[in-house]
């Protein structure tokens, strides 16, 4: 297999955009291969990520600015989907079926006009109420109730994602909070208020350019190098789950750890799937940070701040960034370019090396997640 980098990377600020959802795929693409002075003609595959776009996104995207007739692939895998879509642009470079291929994730949730998100006739659960907010209020009790942690210390998540968040000029969300006003806001599912919610109320595209690492030179004086790339789904139980314990990201995890041959100390960076305050909190355990049980502590110890331990969610995650679901897992890979390049501005972590972006996607009856995407990148 060949080695697969990442030369470039665009996006939009996340949020109500007044865009149609092919516009704002052209700004990202065009934007995108006008700063790397890239002929389109240079592009061997594309692949877009998009959820509630309808039938072919991505073609319509491409269209009006003149590529077509070219290998499109649409992919959706729920939140994974731009996680999914850079994985096969990564194994189709990486098997030499192409050498150059760009990665589109593109949303535009304010079509829907709002509220929840549509949920399947046949989907049980969720039909009889166990949508995430609740399912995640559910793993947030259990967690407090274990391991003597209070609704305040998971507004730590918030107040450290919203001030992150405000040095992005690409977040939805661009305004420092408090705890106050973390738990002052309106209740959604008990212990959760608004702000410890990401919205699924946003609109957003982010691209990245993907090539052969032997030809990285061609497109960019800068690139990252792809160490692990790994998709996996979540297993149906029947009975008792342990709703503390993150199972389907501890297993992609480790598997992307194995692929890259790092261990989690050897991690700079995360941008990870902040859906919910608790679910970083769980995250941080899954991913061998900290102990299980202990992913409290190590949030009030800052050992999560852009200038900690690791630095979580520099972007300012789901809950600041926003989650414009296709767009998502392309965003934190974009936000991982300009990290390990050094070009992230003032949310600018300090050297580093190693860098993993981290997705989860929806949730059927029965199982943990639909998917989990999980990368690991390098530095060159």
């Known amino acids: 297999m060949r080695s697969v980098s990442v030369v470039g990377a665009n996006m939009i600020r996340f949020g109500k955009n007044p865009k149609t959802l092919e516009e704002m795929g052209q700004e990202v693409v065009v934007g995108l291969l006008k700063d790397l002075n890239v002929d389109r003609e240079k592009i061997d595959a594309v692949f877009g990520a998009n959820v509630f776009g309808g039938h072919l996104p991505t073609q319509r995207v491409l269209k009006e600015i003149g590529m077509t007739g070219i290998p499109v692939f649409n992919v959706e895998n729920a939140c994974a989907s731009g996680a999914t879509a850079y994985h096969q642009a990564y194994q189709a470079i990486a098997h030499g079926i192409y050498d150059v291929a760009l990665v589109i994730g593109v949303e535009k949730l304010t079509s829907l006009g709002g509220g929840a998100l549509p949920i399947p006739p046949n989907e049980i659960e969720g039909n009889h109420g166990i949508v995430m907010p609740g399912v995640y209020a ?41 705890v106050e006003e973390v738990m002052s806001s309106r209740l959604i599912a008990d212990p959760f208020t608004l702000l410890q919610c990401s919205a699924n109320n946003g609109d957003g595209a982010a691209a990245v350019l993907v090539c052969a690492t032997d030809r990285a030179k061609e497109f960019s004086d800068v690139s990252i190098k792809t160490e692990a790339s790994v998709i996996t789904s979540g297993l149906f139980k029947g009975g008792y789950r342990d709703l503390t314990w993150a199972e389907i990201t501890y297993r992609a995890v480790n598997e992307a750890y194995q692929q890259a041959n790092v261990k989690p100390e050897q991690i700079d960076m995360v941008e990870m799937h902040d859906a919910f305050t608790i679910a970083e909190v769980l995250y941080y355990e899954a991913m061998g940070f900290c102990e299980h049980g202990k992913g409290v502590e190590f949030l009030r110890d800052g050992k999560s701040q852009i200038d900690g331990q690791v630095a979580v969610n520099p972007s300012g995650g789901l809950i600041s960034r926003g989650h414009p679901l296709g767009a998502t897992g392309v965003a934190q890979i974009a936000e991982t370019f300009w990290q390990l390049t050094c070009q992230a501005g003032k949310r600018q972590v300090k050297n580093p090396q190693y860098a993993l972006t981290h997705v989860t996607g929806g949730g059927i009856s029965g199982v943990d997640n639909g998917a989990c995407g999980v990368h690991i990148f390098s530095a060159v």
Request: proline share 5%; net charge positive; aromatic share 10%.
């Open 138 to 178: 559910m793993r947030a009790q259990r967690y407090l109730h274990d391991f003597n942690a209070t609704s305040e210390d998971l507004a730590l998540v918030s107040v450290k994602n919203r001030a992150n968040g405000a040095l992005n000029p690409y977040a939805q969300f661009q305004k420092p909070v408090t």
